[in-house]
């Protein structure tokens, strides 16, 4: 599988900070009719649509659909007629159906795929003048990044993010990108920058008004920043240097955790599926290997109903980690489980 990444990723996409839209002017020769404000609404609709059904079963199922939907989208620009500024709206909301579209593909380990609509949604949030959705694509990115563990690219994107959105940034999206910073510097082992990401997430995400958030944001709730950073403090509970640190960190991740797990809306079950996971491994940090069986065995019944590949990625990531207690019978059975599971 060949994807970017390194300079070959980050080259072009840095220019996305200091770009500018291009003139549109008004298109008059078209022949297919006209757009207006209703059909960019309708588009967002359609949008939503598409990124509930990703949320409730995952990328596998829909994806297909969805970038039809984004091509069909992509050639009525090219068809039809609009004024500049329901251009600058089309070119807007395209850009947020080709981020689902590359999150499906993502989520079904359709990595080259994701990475072009990726990079096709990025260019339409440039066109639309949407730095605020611009950002949301790349901790997309980012975090695709850091699945196929290139962890500085990742950070590279969400630092982009921050700078080439730092005026149209919501109070969610801040808090997001400071939460994902914690987690990158944690897996690269920077603890002292990715506590204090940490605390500028939780001071940034105080400041969210309910209900007052872009659409591609409204997701980022308390659940998902006690989960972002739950992992974070996972992490850095394998990097810690001294036992004290290391049960600091574990006990943390623990109880953020829980908390996602407690705040999480019941259709969000891929995420809850990432929680118990999450959870098993911090419990194998700190050899509670009964504690990692259990939450393993929720997180497949999950994991036997929905539709993504990425956690079946992330159950393999859990074997390897059991393998260190593998002559212990709790932990033989987890990855037993694991195993059959994925078969």
Same mark, same amino acid.
């Given at each position: 599988?060949?994807?970017?990444?390194?300079?070959?990723?980050?080259?072009?996409?840095?220019?996305?900070?200091?770009?500018?839209?291009?003139?549109?002017?008004?298109?008059? $020769? #078209?022949?297919?009719?006209?757009?207006?404000?209703?059909?960019?609404?309708?588009?967002?609709?359609?949008?939503?649509?598409?990124?509930?059904?990703?949320?409730?079963?995952?990328?596998?199922?829909?994806?297909?659909?969805? /970038?039809?939907?984004?091509? *069909?989208?992509?050639?009525? &620009?090219?068809?039809?007629?609009?004024?500049?500024?329901?251009?600058?709206?089309?070119?807007? +909301?395209?850009?947020?159906?080709?981020?689902?579209?590359?999150?499906?593909?993502?989520?079904?380990?359709? *990595?080259?795929?994701?990475?072009?609509?990726?990079?096709?949604?990025?260019?339409?949030?440039?066109?639309?003048?949407?730095? $605020?959705?611009?950002?949301?694509?790349?901790?997309?990115?980012?975090?695709?990044?850091?699945?196929?563990?290139?962890?500085?690219?990742?950070?590279?994107?969400?630092?982009? #993010?921050?700078?080439?959105?730092?005026?149209?940034?919501?109070?969610?999206?801040?808090?997001?990108?400071?939460?994902?910073?914690?987690?990158?510097?944690?897996?690269?082992?920077?603890?002292?920058?990715?506590?204090?990401?940490?605390?500028? $997430?939780?001071?940034?995400?105080?400041?969210?008004?309910?209900?007052?958030?872009?659409?591609?944001?409204?997701?980022?709730?308390?659940?998902?920043?006690?989960?972002?950073?739950?992992?974070? *403090?996972? /992490?850095?509970?394998?990097?810690?240097?001294?036992?004290?640190?290391?049960?600091?960190?574990?006990?943390?991740?623990?109880?953020?955790?829980?908390?996602? &797990?407690?705040?999480?809306?019941? *259709?969000?079950?891929?995420?809850?599926?990432?929680?118990?996971?999450?959870?098993?491994?911090?419990? &194998?940090?700190?050899?509670?290997?009964?504690?990692?069986?259990?939450?393993? /065995?929720?997180?497949?019944?999950?994991?036997?109903?929905?539709?993504?590949?990425?956690?079946?990625?992330?159950?393999?990531?859990?074997? +390897?980690?059991?393998?260190?207690?593998?002559?212990?019978?709790?932990?033989?059975?987890?990855?037993?489980? /694991?195993?059959?599971?994925?078969?």
């Amino acid at each position: 599988m060949h994807i970017d990444h390194g300079d070959a990723l980050l080259g072009p996409i840095q220019r996305w900070t200091t770009a500018r839209p291009t003139p549109l002017g008004e298109r008059t $020769a #078209a022949a297919e009719g006209r757009l207006g404000a209703a059909d960019v609404a309708e588009l967002r609709e359609i949008t939503e649509a598409f990124r509930g059904l990703d949320n409730r079963h995952g990328g596998v199922l829909s994806r297909q659909a969805v /970038i039809a939907q984004v091509q *069909h989208a992509v050639g009525l &620009l090219n068809t039809c007629t609009y004024t500049e500024s329901t251009g600058r709206a089309l070119f807007s +909301a395209i850009a947020d159906l080709g981020s689902v579209a590359g999150w499906m593909s993502f989520d079904a380990g359709e *990595h080259r795929c994701a990475q072009r609509l990726f990079i096709t949604a990025l260019h339409a949030a440039s066109e639309g003048g949407d730095a $605020a959705t611009g950002a949301h694509i790349l901790q997309c990115m980012a975090r695709q990044m850091s699945h196929l563990q290139h962890y500085d690219d990742a950070l590279d994107l969400v630092g982009l #993010a921050q700078y080439g959105a730092r005026r149209s940034l919501s109070p969610a999206a801040a808090s997001m990108l400071a939460g994902l910073e914690a987690r990158f510097h944690a897996i690269l082992g920077n603890l002292p920058s990715a506590d204090h990401a940490a605390r500028t $997430a939780e001071d940034l995400f105080d400041r969210v008004t309910p209900g007052e958030e872009p659409a591609h944001t409204a997701f980022f709730d308390r659940a998902e920043l006690s989960a972002t950073l739950g992992v974070a *403090h996972q /992490i850095a509970a394998k990097h810690a240097e001294t036992g004290t640190a290391t049960s600091r960190h574990a006990d943390e991740s623990l109880r953020l955790l829980t908390t996602a &797990l407690d705040s999480r809306p019941e *259709h969000r079950q891929r995420s809850k599926a990432f929680d118990h996971l999450g959870m098993a491994r911090t419990h &194998l940090v700190v050899a509670e290997v009964d504690g990692a069986r259990a939450e393993t /065995i929720t997180a497949l019944d999950l994991f036997s109903r929905l539709g993504s590949p990425r956690v079946g990625d992330r159950l393999i990531e859990l074997h +390897a980690d059991a393998a260190a207690y593998a002559t212990d019978p709790t932990a033989a059975d987890l990855r037993e489980r /694991i195993v059959h599971a994925l078969a």
